[in-house]
């Protein structure tokens, strides 16, 4: 039985709050790791109704299968899961990025492995079937539309946060998120 899709992507978003954060991210960056990390609690803390937590994503081109990986995100949101099964594969991506990245980005065993391998192994962690997913044509217009998004908004690093559409750019991972709700307006 073929896989159930929605088109297009589904809306990375959680919350209906009047602030909005938008969070750009690339699954491999380990930067991008430390801040989705933060999300539960930022969206527990600030409430539903207070905030609107957006993520986008952007690959970078250092690391070597962003691409592949931003597109198996998006893959996920498009099967019956949506949101919640793209959000499973960044959680599988970002925690065990040594699965995805070549050493120092050009090196080691990563460099004999497929797209088609990467995929299969994002779907055996996160446990999202995506890979039909993946592999329909009409999946890249989303994938571009990302990446239009970020550069229209000045995102060229990851992660990126943007402030009811104004990009922060002393934002950071490394910030607790008691500075973020701050920064929010929400603490």
Not at 10 to 24: I, K, S
Not at 113 to 123: D, F, H
Not at 136 to 150: C, H
Request: charged share 20%.
């Amino acid at each position: 039985m073929p896989t159930s899709f929605t088109s297009p992507a589904a809306p990375l978003a959680w919350g209906r709050g009047p602030r909005t954060l938008e969070v750009f991210l690339e699954p491999t960056c380990p930067f991008s790791g430390r801040a989705f990390g933060k999300f539960d609690e930022l969206m527990a803390r600030a409430g539903e109704d207070r905030l609107t937590l957006k993520i986008r994503l952007l690959p970078q081109p250092w690391h070597t299968f962003s691409p592949v990986t931003v597109r198996a995100v998006l893959a996920a949101s498009t099967t019956a899961g949506g949101r919640d099964a793209a959000k499973r594969v960044l959680a599988a991506v970002f925690a065990n990025r040594e699965r995805f990245e070549p050493t120092d980005h050009c090196a080691g065993p990563m460099l004999d492995r497929s797209p088609r391998e990467v995929v299969a192994e994002i779907e055996q962690l996160s446990g999202v079937a995506l890979a039909e997913a993946f592999g329909r044509p009409a999946l890249t217009a989303d994938v571009k539309w990302q990446a239009k998004y970020a550069r229209q908004n000045g995102a060229h690093v990851t992660p990126t946060f943007m402030i009811d559409g104004l990009v922060v750019p002393d934002m950071g991972s490394g910030e607790t998120v008691e500075a973020w709700l701050g920064r929010l307006g929400l603490a």
